[in-house]
């Protein structure tokens, strides 16, 4: 089950980066870049124009969210044959909708873009991206029936051992309705994108200075998105209030609630925005990419009112939840200690790169990864004396509101990034948070000794991101600081995995200390450290270095060396916790060396 899991999770994200895409596609104007279908200028590999590549990139994503929906469904088949039947008919469900889609996308490039059809492509993705959530929901999420304690006698007929009836539930209807009313808003805003009317109120959040001006050209659509996004946003308000009533005290309802009203005030915010600089494609994609944010967190919502049991979705403030956790709970939740060097790194490669300022909104996808970091690893962290005082296996943090907290970070940072920053460092911090929890958190950390050179990528990140901030590109001198960045961070993680191989062990993580023995794990700190330093040296010819740079990055690496070479010798827990202790003095000083030297140069 835990890999079909995986599967529809890697399907919703797929998905969810589609449409995303679409969204490019249309604001870029590349709906046409390529004039025939399925192939692109006729050819398979098209020629290398941004606006064809844009169009290309899309229809390639949505070739690999075929193959993951046919995966997911051969997962389903396999498991009906093992007795688990629930997924068959979802899973046939996605593959029926992903053949529409297939045809409406041909259909959408012969007709040329014909806005109703714009409007069927999206309403079919936006039905298959639900049918996704529905199966990955019901697949971490437990019947009413399975909940149903052993020896429990109920009220159902039939005798004891089956679950209770449910009662008349408003909240469900109103999540349902909710739910529909906020399929039908995406729906009218993919008109008003296709249909030219994104413009036809100029001002905002009246129409002309007026609440019902004449309904000429395009205004009476926009003025029917406008009051559809109302009546979407008072009922996502009201399904929160309800979710937080004495009969609905459920932690997982009003974490998905919460969320929802987080995504509501944002769509708001870039609703605004989008009439403000004239339909920016940054703030156009970051609305878009809310909207569908918002769509799937109410499909969470309402797919857990059906599957928690009445005794819990009914539960009273008193039984026996715990309270609130404390702010510093949540500080603690994002490991704030790790963020202080990611951002150095950040900041110093927007001074190499051309003067500016560390972005608020990448400390907040740091912020997100780490939560969400701490969310799957709930297990490993209980098992292990270095974690098991962190918010969430300690239980002062509930995994409900770890999740909203995380979800909530992360969209907020990617949207006002988009807006406020540009477009190339929101989708490289996103990336970079995507990396870090499916790639190594969910996959890699628990299933290969190299779980840390590879996701070692996450982390060094935040320098492509502080240069693509400030410049709004990537250039040969931002990859080398990436490749730094990722080359010191296999040693800097094994010296602290060999001073706690136990603790790993005890938790199953195939660590390189516990897999290939703790010789074999010095030796490749020796061998990263040289190559690490290196390449730092290399910064001094291609990025046009000072001497102060040179001499600092020659003593930090030799001493950085040096170390690495005394523990492959001693063979003690003090030598390892000593190289990782001055691993983390040795980055911070190397990036606080490049910066001096720039200013130097200024």
Same mark, same amino acid.
């Given at each position: 089950?835990? +890999? $079909? /899991?995986? #599967?529809?999770?890697? !399907?919703? @994200?797929?998905?969810?980066?589609? &449409?995303?895409? *679409? =969204? %490019?596609?249309?604001?870029?104007?590349?709906?046409?870049?390529?004039?025939?279908?399925?192939?692109?200028?006729?050819?398979?590999?098209?020629?290398?124009?941004?606006?064809?590549?844009?169009?290309?990139?899309?229809?390639?994503?949505?070739?690999?969210?075929?193959?993951?929906?046919?995966?997911?469904?051969?997962?389903?088949?396999?498991?009906?044959?093992?007795?688990?039947? +629930? $997924? /068959?008919? #979802?899973?046939?469900? !996605?593959? @029926?909708?992903?053949?529409?889609? &297939?045809?409406? *996308? =041909? %259909?959408?490039?012969?007709?040329?873009?014909?806005?109703?059809?714009?409007?069927?492509?999206?309403?079919?993705?936006?039905?298959?991206?639900?049918?996704?959530?529905?199966?990955?929901?019901?697949?971490?999420?437990?019947?009413?029936?399975?909940?149903?304690?052993?020896?429990?006698?109920?009220?159902?007929?039939?005798?004891?051992?089956?679950?209770?009836?449910?009662?008349?539930?408003?909240?469900?209807?109103?999540?349902?309705?909710?739910?529909?009313?906020?399929?039908?808003?995406?729906?009218? =805003?993919?008109?008003?994108?296709?249909?030219?009317?994104?413009?036809?109120?100029?001002?905002?959040?009246?129409?002309?200075?007026?609440?019902?001006?004449?309904?000429?050209?395009?205004?009476?659509?926009?003025?029917?998105?406008?009051?559809?996004?109302?009546?979407?946003?008072?009922?996502?308000?009201?399904?929160?209030?309800?979710?937080?009533?004495?009969?609905?005290?459920?932690?997982?309802?009003?974490?998905?609630?919460?969320?929802?009203?987080?995504?509501?005030?944002?769509?708001?915010?870039?609703?605004?925005?989008?009439?403000?600089?004239?339909?920016?494609?940054?703030?156009?994609?970051?609305?878009?990419?809310?909207?569908?944010?918002?769509?799937?967190?109410?499909?969470?919502?309402?797919?857990?009112?059906?599957?928690?049991?009445?005794?819990?979705?009914?539960?009273?403030?008193?039984?026996?939840?715990?309270?609130?956790?404390?702010?510093?709970?949540?500080?603690?939740?994002?490991?704030?200690?790790?963020?202080?060097?990611?951002?150095?790194?950040?900041?110093?490669?927007?001074?190499?790169?051309?003067?500016?300022?560390?972005?608020?909104?990448?400390?907040?996808?740091?912020?997100?990864?780490?939560?969400?970091?701490?969310?799957?690893?709930?297990?490993?962290?209980?098992?292990?004396?270095?974690?098991?005082?962190?918010?969430?296996?300690?239980?002062?943090?509930?995994?409900?509101?770890?999740?909203?907290?995380?979800?909530?970070?992360?969209?907020?940072?990617?949207?006002?990034?988009?807006?406020?920053?540009?477009?190339?460092?929101?989708?490289?911090?996103?990336?970079?948070?995507?990396?870090?929890?499916?790639?190594?958190?969910?996959?890699?950390?628990?299933?290969?000794?190299?779980?840390?050179?590879?996701?070692?990528?996450?982390?060094?990140?935040?320098?492509?991101?502080?240069?693509?901030?400030?410049?709004?590109?990537?250039?040969?001198?931002?990859?080398?600081?990436?490749?730094?960045?990722?080359?010191?961070?296999?040693?800097?993680?094994?010296?602290?995995?060999?001073?706690?191989?136990?603790?790993?062990?005890?938790?199953?993580?195939?660590?390189?200390?516990?897999?290939?023995?703790?010789?074999?794990?010095?030796?490749?700190?020796?061998?990263?450290?040289?190559?690490?330093?290196?390449?730092?040296?290399?910064?001094?010819?291609?990025?046009?270095?000072?001497?102060?740079?040179?001499?600092?990055?020659?003593?930090?690496?030799?001493?950085?060396?040096?170390?690495?070479?005394?523990?492959?010798?001693?063979?003690?827990?003090?030598?390892?916790?000593?190289?990782?202790?001055?691993?983390?003095?040795?980055?911070?000083?190397?990036?606080?060396?490049?910066?001096?030297?720039?200013?130097?140069?200024?």
């Amino acid at each position: 089950m835990r +890999g $079909f /899991v995986r #599967l529809a999770s890697l !399907a919703v @994200v797929a998905t969810y980066a589609l &449409i995303i895409l *679409g =969204g %490019l596609v249309r604001t870029a104007g590349a709906g046409l870049a390529c004039p025939d279908w399925p192939l692109c200028h006729g050819r398979l590999i098209p020629p290398l124009d941004p606006l064809v590549l844009i169009e290309w990139s899309h229809r390639f994503v949505a070739s690999i969210v075929g193959l993951l929906t046919l995966a997911v469904g051969f997962a389903a088949w396999r498991l009906r044959r093992a007795g688990q039947p +629930g $997924f /068959v008919g #979802l899973s046939a469900l !996605a593959l @029926v909708l992903v053949v529409i889609q &297939i045809g409406l *996308g =041909g %259909l959408t490039v012969r007709h040329e873009l014909t806005a109703w059809l714009i409007v069927a492509h999206l309403g079919t993705a936006m039905a298959f991206f639900a049918t996704l959530i529905i199966i990955g929901v019901i697949a971490v999420t437990p019947t009413p029936a399975e909940l149903v304690p052993s020896g429990v006698e109920t009220r159902a007929r039939g005798g004891a051992g089956q679950a209770a009836p449910r009662r008349h539930d408003s909240f469900r209807a109103l999540a349902v309705l909710t739910l529909a009313a906020t399929y039908g808003l995406v729906l009218i =805003g993919g008109y008003v994108s296709a249909s030219g009317a994104g413009l036809a109120c100029p001002d905002w959040p009246l129409c002309y200075g007026q609440l019902l001006p004449s309904l000429t050209g395009g205004v009476g659509a926009h003025l029917l998105h406008r009051f559809a996004a109302a009546l979407a946003g008072a009922l996502i308000i009201v399904t929160a209030a309800a979710a937080y009533r004495t009969q609905a005290r459920r932690p997982q309802l009003q974490a998905a609630s919460a969320i929802a009203v987080g995504l509501l005030i944002l769509q708001i915010i870039l609703g605004a925005l989008n009439i403000e600089y004239r339909l920016a494609d940054a703030v156009t994609i970051a609305h878009l990419a809310t909207a569908a944010a918002l769509f799937a967190t109410l499909v969470v919502l309402t797919v857990l009112v059906y599957r928690l049991p009445e005794s819990e979705a009914y539960r009273s403030h008193d039984a026996g939840w715990p309270g609130r956790p404390r702010v510093l709970d949540y500080v603690a939740l994002t490991k704030p200690r790790i963020i202080i060097l990611l951002l150095v790194t950040a900041f110093a490669s927007m001074l190499i790169a051309a003067p500016g300022r560390v972005s608020p909104w990448l400390i907040l996808f740091t912020l997100a990864a780490n939560a969400i970091n701490q969310l799957l690893e709930r297990d490993i962290d209980a098992l292990m004396s270095r974690t098991r005082r962190r918010p969430i296996p300690s239980g002062r943090v509930t995994p409900p509101y770890a999740l909203a907290f995380a979800v909530l970070l992360g969209t907020v940072a990617f949207v006002e990034m988009a807006v406020l920053v540009n477009l190339l460092a929101a989708l490289l911090s996103l990336a970079a948070l995507l990396f870090y929890v499916f790639v190594y958190t969910v996959w890699l950390k628990r299933s290969t000794p190299q779980n840390i050179v590879i996701g070692g990528a996450a982390g060094a990140v935040p320098p492509l991101v502080g240069w693509a901030a400030a410049t709004g590109h990537v250039n040969l001198t931002a990859m080398l600081l990436f490749v730094i960045v990722f080359l010191w961070t296999p040693p800097h993680f094994w010296a602290l995995a060999l001073f706690r191989r136990d603790d790993y062990a005890r938790a199953h993580v195939p660590m390189l200390p516990v897999v290939a023995g703790e010789d074999e794990t010095r030796r490749q700190i020796v061998i990263y450290s040289i190559v690490l330093v290196f390449f730092t040296l290399l910064l001094y010819p291609v990025a046009r270095m000072g001497l102060l740079y040179l001499l600092s990055a020659g003593a930090l690496g030799g001493a950085f060396v040096g170390l690495a070479i005394r523990l492959w010798r001693q063979r003690t827990p003090t030598a390892a916790i000593r190289v990782f202790g001055y691993s983390i003095l040795y980055l911070g000083l190397l990036f606080a060396a490049m910066v001096a030297d720039r200013l130097l140069q200024a």
